[in-house]
């Protein structure tokens, strides 16, 4: 299975600041995925990131908050803006492998705390 | 709209128990069903993926079973050990994504 490093892997960030966590995958792959897990939670989509083309933002979440960026087949980066106590949580990196046949991997994801 | 159910929400048992954990799902128009393990503060490691077509999957002492029509999945976990003692959760693909259950919490006592 690919290798996937997030950076970085935990923070404290204050109210009002954006902080940019980056995903690197040791191969190329089509499909990331950006989740959010919220404390005691499971594990929400955010977006899916295909390079070549906007990422795609599922209900709740809008690109002004969670800007995305694809530049290629084994990189991605998401910025949480603005935060606020409310986005203190994991957040992990996906990738799909398998040709289709739908098997995810997950990176060991960044913990994001917000004062 | 598909939603992902795990009972119980958490488990303790004694090392050496054979235990179920038990996963539902409300639309059987699934792609595939995986079984993930998480240990506190970590991210997600991938235990088992069983394709829409399958019935059950086996890695060493863990088994999975998918019965789609029913929208149920079991993960069987055998000779449990305190290593075992993590959330496992459940998701399925549908739509191009992953949708998770809420885990289930499993101590295994020494």
């Known amino acids: 299975s690919a290798v996937i490093s997030q950076k970085p892997s935990r923070d404290i960030c204050q109210r009002g600041t954006s902080l940019t966590i980056q995903c690197q995958v040791d191969s190329q792959v089509t499909m990331m995925f950006w989740y959010r897990q919220q404390p005691g939670q499971s594990l929400t989509l955010i977006a899916t990131?295909?390079?070549?083309?906007?990422?795609?933002?599922e209900s709740g979440f809008v690109i002004d908050k969670f800007p995305i960026s694809r530049p290629n087949l084994t990189f991605s980066t998401l910025t949480v803006s603005n935060m606020s106590p409310e986005d203190s949580s994991i957040y992990l990196c996906?990738?799909?492998?398998?040709?289709?046949?739908?098997?995810?991997?997950f990176g060991e994801g960044s913990r994001l705390t917000v004062l | 709209k598909q939603e992902v159910t795990q009972i119980p929400a958490a488990l303790s048992v004694p090392e050496g128990e054979n235990l179920v954990l038990n996963c539902s799902f409300t639309d059987s128009a699934i792609y595939n069903l995986q079984w993930f393990r998480q240990d506190p503060g970590k991210g997600l490691t991938s235990l088992l993926l069983?394709?829409?077509?399958?019935r059950e999957q086996t890695s060493g002492r863990l088994n999975a079973s998918l019965d789609k029509s029913s929208g149920r999945s079991t993960l069987y976990i055998a000779a449990s050990q305190p290593g075992d003692s993590a959330t496992y959760l459940c998701?399925?693909?549908?739509?191009?994504?992953?949708?998770f259950g809420q885990g289930t919490e499993l101590s295994v006592k020494p």
């Open positions: 069983i394709q829409s077509s399958q």
């Open positions: 996906s990738v799909e492998e398998g040709q289709g046949a739908g098997e995810l991997f």
């Open positions: 998701a399925v693909f549908q739509g191009g994504k992953l949708i």
């Open positions: 990131a295909n390079q070549g083309s906007e990422a795609t933002y």
